[in-house]
Structures are given as C-alpha cells and as structure tokens.
C-alpha cells in the first residue's frame, strides 16, 4: 500500500513528535535532573536539563510576556507558513519534502513542550575533545537540524543538476 503525500506528510512529523516525546519521558522518568551520565566517555553524554529559553538557552532571562512571544507565538506562526506550503508545493523533491516534515516535527514537539511543561529538556551533548562540540540538545533539536541538513542537500543537488543541463 503506497501512502498518499499527505499521508506520508503527516506520518513523518508524527514520527517526529513521538520519538521526540517517548525520549523526553524517559530521559524525566529515568535520568536525575541536572545529572551527566556518560555513554561513550566524556565525548558523549546524557544529562537531564530544564531549558526555559530557545537554542542554548537563549531568552530564558526575558520576561514572561516577551517570552510567550519569542518562544510559542512567533513558532506557531512559522510553524504555521512552513505548514502550508509543504502541503501546497506539490512539485517539491522528496529530500525537501522530508527535510520540511523533519522541522515541523521537532519544532511541534518543542512548542508542545513549551505549553504544557513551560521548559524543554535537553539530554544529549557531544564533544569531540575541543574538535566540535555541541550545546545539550534533544531529539526535536536533532529533527530540525537534520531537516535543515536535507534541504540544504536537496537544494545543492537540485542546483547542480541544473548547472549540468545548462
């Protein structure tokens, strides 16, 4: 059975939100708050962090009034457009297609998140001895950078495959 685009839209950002969801209730269930667990030594570890802010905490020092709208209404607007012009670009090619599901998966779980815990939690954090090295990040986080990784993808193989037919 082959699922209609739409279908597959809406299973994808799904799929998003449910691993995003599943991971934060074991990480709250399972690993103590402001902990640091090692999973493959000091490279990469398992914390249990309240961020009330966006990106590395960014904003969690703003006003509650200002926050509601840096942190949900201006997201759920975007969100919103992303939205719709995923399910009205019919011609967009599959990597863009997942890349989009990818962004709006995460950043519902992060919204979701928002509203009904007024903080996210973050867990994950790499570091590869000064080499790269990340901020403590969740599963929502991961979706929408790899969203944005296959759009950018998508976008540079559509660009050279017109260079070449030019």
Same mark, same amino acid.
């Given at each position: ?6 279908? #597959? ?16 209730? $074991?990480?709250? /269930? ?11 030594? =000091?490279?990469? /570890? ?9 990106? !590395?905490?960014?904003?969690? =020092? $703003? ?8 942190? !949900? %209404?201006?997201?759920?607007? %975007? $969100?919103?457009?992303?939205i719709r012009y995923l399910f009205r670009e019919k ?5 863009? !297609? ?13 919204? #979701? =998140?928002?509203? %009904? ?23 929502? =986080? ?7 990784? $296959?759009? !950018?993808?998508?976008? #540079? ?10």
């Amino acid at each position: 059975m082959k699922l209609s685009r739409s279908a #597959f839209i809406i299973v994808l950002i799904i799929v998003n939100i449910a691993l995003d969801q599943i991971s934060k209730v $074991l990480v709250r /269930t399972y690993v103590v708050a402001k902990s640091q667990t090692e999973i493959i030594g =000091d490279y990469f /570890t398992l914390h249990n962090v309240e961020n009330e802010g966006a990106f !590395l905490g960014m904003g969690s =020092d $703003l006003n509650d009034t200002v926050k509601i709208i840096v942190l !949900l %209404v201006l997201p759920v607007i %975007v $969100l919103g457009f992303v939205i719709r012009y995923l399910f009205r670009e019919k011609n967009m090619d599959k990597l863009s !297609l997942i890349g989009f599901s990818c962004i709006i998966g995460g950043g519902i779980a992060n919204i #979701f =998140d928002r509203i %009904v815990y007024r903080k996210v939690i973050d867990f994950f954090h790499i570091d590869l001895g000064g080499v790269f090295r990340t901020g403590i990040f969740n599963v929502a =986080d991961m979706s929408v950078t790899f969203g944005m990784i $296959l759009i !950018l993808w998508a976008s #540079f193989l559509h660009k050279k495959s017109k260079t070449s037919e030019a």
